[in-house]
């Protein structure tokens, strides 16, 4: 997991964004970005079945839409991915969990 001193000050501002969205979200929108965050691209057949049956999200692609709509994920051809803004934090910060804790640290 990364230190807060070690991101840049631009990522500093993503991640304050972010954690305005995700205090926003929804249980279901939430277990949605958690899960997108994790694997960045996924397939729409395996995002639809891996978030109905596993993680217990009725309707995965109306909430998909939704998160697009604020700007999270994006739809590409036959799947869903994390937003071009979010994927150099991504690939700092690592897992949900780890984000997660990064921003419980936020002032």
Not at 29 to 49: P, Q, T
Not at 61 to 71: N, T
């Amino acid at each position: 997991m990364q230190s807060l001193t070690r991101l840049t000050e631009e990522e500093r501002r993503t991640l304050y964004k972010l954690r305005d969205l995700i205090i926003r979200f929804s249980s279901d929108e939430l277990k949605v970005f958690s899960y997108v965050w994790d694997n960045i691209s996924v397939g729409e057949i395996i995002f639809e079945r891996d978030l109905s049956q596993i993680h217990g999200v009725p309707k995965p692609i109306l909430v998909a839409m939704s998160l697009r709509d604020k700007g999270v994920i994006e739809r590409g051809e036959g799947c869903y991915n994390l937003a071009r803004w979010l994927r150099p934090l991504r690939k700092k910060v690592g897992n949900f969990q780890d984000l997660r804790l990064l921003l419980d640290r936020l002032p």
